[in-house]
């Protein structure tokens, strides 16, 4: 069994090898000394095997890298990226079952704390499956679901799941049409959930629920980050958040990559009232409100706020400027999404600007 399993493996590339990886201190051979277990390519094939499902030569390859770092003895703080949209290698998408396999393979492993699967085709088939390991794997601090046509349906499985997840920091659910229902059960589940720190439902659909997750920060003292970009929010939505912002004491920001206003459809009395939070709350440091509708109240409130050093010109997306004697305001480009939809190419983005969620919470920075 096992010599064929190697041959198989050893076939779907000339790159890959067999690997081991350490055991347990309790996993000791009748001899005294430490048995080897098998490496995850090694268990990937197996299941497999098991369920009559199809090797993915692509996802050996990144098992492979994943036993090479575990084999140095790197055993924390490791992402398992299998993102669709990957610039690095040539790959195929990932279907539900397919991740159903990868959600059997992380089950019990203690190495890999975090889960890169954006851009695949996972369905509410793939959302069961995560919401499942989330129950089941008590070390992964970090998920990404982004855009894998996930529906009200799987969004509700995964935050009904979050409800006892104590855990899992940042969930990213980016693109996915959950929609109103989904929305209302994460709503519900970030009144109940102290462990989430960074949360994106950025263009999911949310509809009204948006106002109820604005009432939920009101309760909610641990959220950090909230992505909420293109829910054409308007001024009634952003009085909402505004007014639960006078309560809240752990936002700390309020921009693209977090709680985005971002290209919704909030006018200036949405504006000026969520610049006067920025008076009010003094754990907001980051606002990006570019794409909505500037009137001169606007762009006064948020020159003064720049001017009086409050918000800080790297932590915004605008800057103002004067023409015969008003003032307007500029876009400016501080590179918060430069990482947001693909992984750097090569190297690491360093600066903080263009990473300052990670300076605050350091969760998933090396994603």
Not at 139 to 153: A, K, Q, R, S, V
Not at 327 to 354: D, F, T
Request: charged letters at 20%; glycine letters at 8%.
């Amino acid at each position: 069994m096992r010599g064929r399993r190697e041959a198989i493996l050893e076939s779907q590339s000339p790159l890959l090898t067999p690997t081991t990886t350490p055991t347990s201190a309790g996993a000791v051979a009748d001899g005294g000394a430490a048995e080897p277990i098998d490496g995850l390519q090694e268990h990937y094939y197996d299941l497999c095997m098991e369920k009559s499902q199809e090797i993915k030569p692509f996802i050996l390859h990144i098992l492979q890298e994943v036993d090479e770092e575990i084999g140095k003895g790197r055993l924390e703080g490791i992402t398992l990226n299998v993102a669709g949209n990957s610039r690095l290698m040539a790959i195929e998408r990932v279907t539900g079952e397919d991740f159903g396999i990868l959600c059997r393979l992380l089950k019990n492993n203690p190495y890999i704390n975090g889960l890169d699967v954006r851009y695949n085709l996972l369905s509410d088939i793939g959302a069961c499956y995560a919401a499942k390991l989330l129950q089941k794997q008590h070390n992964l601090t970090y998920l990404n679901l982004m855009f894998n046509d996930i529906g009200p349906e799987g969004g509700e499985v995964i935050a009904k799941a979050l409800h006892k997840d104590t855990t899992l920091k940042h969930l990213r659910m980016t693109g996915n049409k959950i929609e109103n229902k989904g929305g209302m059960y994460f709503a519900a589940m970030l009144q109940i959930n102290s462990s989430l720190e960074k949360l994106d439902l950025g263009d999911c659909d949310l509809e009204e629920s948006t106002v109820h997750l604005g009432h939920m920060l009101k309760e909610n003292q641990w959220l950090v980050e909230l992505h909420m970009c293109k829910h054409d929010i308007k001024n009634g939505g952003m009085k909402q958040l505004c007014d639960a912002l006078y309560l809240n004491r752990s936002l700390r920001y309020l921009d693209v990559s977090w709680l985005s206003v971002v290209s919704n459809n909030i006018e200036g009395e949405g504006l000026v009232a969520l610049s006067q939070s920025m008076k009010t709350n003094p754990t907001l440091s980051n606002i990006y409100i570019w794409g909505n509708k500037f009137d001169e109240a606007t762009c006064v409130a948020y020159s003064d706020l720049i001017h009086m050093g409050r918000l800080k010109p790297d932590n915004t997306d605008v800057e103002p400027f004067v023409v015969d004697g008003r003032v307007y305001l500029a876009e400016v480009s501080n590179g918060l999404k430069r990482h947001y939809y693909w992984i750097p190419g090569y190297g690491a983005a360093c600066s903080q600007s263009s990473n300052a969620g990670f300076t605050l919470v350091p969760v998933g920075q090396h994603l």
